[in-house]
C-alpha cells in the first residue's frame, strides 16, 4: 500500500521576503515532508510534485515519461505539439533528429575556442561601464548583453539588427503577464527568424546556423532550433550573471574569496547554478502507470519536477541552503539530467567564468547601489528566476 503523501494545492511560487535566492519557503517544506508531493495543476487536474534529488534524476533518466507538450495534461483544453524544430518539448526519435546535427557545433572544445570572443565582448561591456561611471544597471550594461551578443553571433545574425532583435526576445522572455505585447514580440521573433534562415540559405556565412543549412532540416525546422536556442540560451546566461552578481555581492567573504583566487572560478560558477537554480522547474508526463518514491504515477499525468529543491537537497548536499564557493559536493542538476540535458552547458560556462571574472578584477570596489530590498526580482510567472536590474556602483 502507498505511504500517506503530503499534498500542496498547486505549484508554491511565493519567496519569503529579504530571501531572493531560495526556493519559495512552501516548496522547501513540501521537500522537508518526502521527495514527492500530490498537487493540483492550474487547471484543476491533479498532478504530482516531485522535490527531491534522487526522485528528480530518476524521473528524468525513465524514458516512461515524456516531455512531449501535446501530453501536458495540466490545462483543460488540449496543448497542440511542439513547433517543428522546438527539440526541447519533444521525445526520441524526433528530438534526437533536431538535437544530433547540433551536439558537435557545442563541445567543450568548440567552446573554449569561443573564450576569445566571449572575453572580447564582456570587455566591452566594462569599458562602457566604466565611460559611464557609477551608478549602472547591471542587468542591462552586462547580463544581457554578454549572451545576447554570443547568440546572436552563434545564429549569424547580422550586427545592424542585433539591438532590435535584442529588445524583441527581452519582450517575450521578460515574464511580465502583459499577454498582447507578449504575442507581438514572439511573432516579431519567429517573422525575423524566418527571414534568417532564408538570408543564410541563399548566402551561408561562418556561423551555426549557415552550417546546418547544409542538412536535410527544412526552413520551419532551423526556425524552431533556432528560437529554441535562443529562448534557452539568452535568459538563463543573462540571469545567472545578474542574479549570480547579486548573490556574490551579498556574501562579501565569498565575492573577496573569488575575486581573490581566479583559480576558483570554475567551482565558483559550479556553486552559484546550484544555489541559483534559475531555471526552477520542468515538467513530464507519465507514459504508463509509473510508481516513483513508493507513488502511482497514472498514465497521463504530469508531474513537476523542482530542480531548485533537487539542488538544495540536504540529503544531497551538505548544508545545502549555504552558498558555498569552496563547495566539494558537485552534481547539481542546474542544466537538467537524461536527453535533455542543457545542449548550451559548455557555452553558459565559458560564458560565466569569463564575465564573473572580468567583473571582479575590474571592479573590486564593486558594491549594490540601492538596499537589497529594493533589487527588483522577476514575477514568479517568469520561467527563469532572476532580478528586473540591478544597480551597482563602485569606487572611481
Ligand atoms: C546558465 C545558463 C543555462 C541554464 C541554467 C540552462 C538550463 C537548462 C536546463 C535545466 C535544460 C533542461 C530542460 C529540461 O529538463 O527539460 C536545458 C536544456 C537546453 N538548453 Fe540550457 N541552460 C543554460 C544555457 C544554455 C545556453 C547558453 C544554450 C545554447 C545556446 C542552451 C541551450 C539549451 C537547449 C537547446 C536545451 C534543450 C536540450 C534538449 O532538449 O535536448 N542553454 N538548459
Redesign the pocket.
Given at each position: 500500500m502507498a505511504e500517506s503523501v503530503h499534498t500542496v494545492t498547486t505549484l508554491p511560487t511565493a519567496r519569503r521576503p529579504g530571501c531572493p535566492f531560495d526556493p519559495p519557503a512552501e516548496l522547501i517544506d513540501a521537500r522537508r515532508n518526502g521527495p514527492i508531493s500530490r498537487c493540483t495543476h492550474p487547471g484543476g487536474r491533479p498532478g504530482w510534485l516531485v522535490t527531491g534529488y534522487d526522485l528528480v534524476k530518476s524521473v528524468?533518466a525513465d524514458p516512461r515519461f515524456s516531455?512531449r507538450k501535446d501530453l501536458l495534461n495540466v490545462v483543460d483544453f488540449e496543448l497542440p505539439p511542439a513547433p517543428p524544430g522546438e527539440?526541447?518539448l519533444m521525445d526520441e526519435p524526433q528530438?534526437g533528429r533536431y538535437?544530433k546535427p547540433?551536439v558537435g557545433k557545442?563541445t567543450a572544445r568548440r567552446m573554449r575556442l569561443l573564450t576569445e570572443r566571449v572575453e572580447q565582448i564582456t570587455a566591452d561591456c566594462l569599458d562602457a561601464m566604466e565611460a559611464a561611471g557609477p551608478p549602472v544597471d547591471l542587468v542591462t550594461a552586462f547580463a544581457k548583453p554578454i549572451?545576447t551578443i554570443i547568440?546572436c553571433e552563434?545564429l549569424g545574425v547580422p550586427y545592424e539588427d542585433r539591438a532590435s532583435f535584442q529588445e524583441q526576445i527581452d519582450s517575450f522572455m521578460n515574464g511580465e503577464p502583459n499577454e498582447e505585447e507578449l504575442v507581438a514580440a514572439y511573432t516579431a521573433t519567429q517573422n525575423y527568424l524566418a527571414g534568417l534562415v532564408a538570408a543564410k540559405r541563399a548566402n551561408p556565412t561562418d556561423d551555426v546556423l549557415s552550417e546546418l543549412t547544409d542538412s536535410d532540416l527544412t526552413d520551419e525546422e532551423l526556425q524552431g532550433i533556432s528560437l529554441?536556442?535562443l529562448a534557452?540560451?539568452f535568459d538563463?546566461?543573462a540571469n545567472?550573471l545578474a542574479l549570480g552578481t547579486f548573490a556574490l555581492l551579498q556574501h562579501p567573504a565569498q565575492l573577496a574569496a573569488l575575486r581573490d583566487d581566479p583559480a576558483l572560478t570554475d567551482r565558483a560558477v559550479e556553486e552559484l547554478?546550484r544555489y541559483l537554480s534559475?531555471?526552477k522547474t520542468?515538467m513530464r508526463t507519465a507514459l504508463v502507470d509509473v510508481e516513483v518514491g513508493g507513488q502511482t504515477i497514472e498514465a497521463g499525468t504530469t508531474v513537476i519536477?523542482s530542480?531548485n529543491t533537487a539542488n538544495r537537497d540536504p540529503e544531497r548536499f551538505t548544508d545545502p541552503h549555504v552558498l558555498d564557493l569552496h563547495r566539494k559536493d558537485g552534481g547539481h542538476?542546474?542544466?537538467?539530467?537524461?536527453?535533455?540535458?542543457?545542449?548550451?552547458?559548455q557555452?553558459?560556462r565559458v560564458?560565466?567564468r569569463v564575465a564573473f571574472s572580468a567583473l571582479l578584477s575590474r571592479f573590486p570596489t564593486l558594491r549594490l547601489a540601492v538596499p537589497a530590498e529594493e533589487v527588483g526580482l522577476r514575477p514568479e510567472t517568469a520561467d527563469i528566476h532572476g532580478v528586473k536590474n540591478l544597480p551597482v556602483t563602485w569606487d572611481v
Open positions: 528524468l516531455a527539440f526541447l528530438h538535437r547540433l557545442f549572451p547568440i552563434l529554441i536556442l534557452a540560451g538563463t546566461t545567472m547554478l534559475v531555471a520542468f519536477l530542480y542538476v542546474a542544466f537538467g539530467h537524461g536527453i535533455h540535458l542543457c545542449l548550451g552547458q557555452l553558459a560564458e560565466m
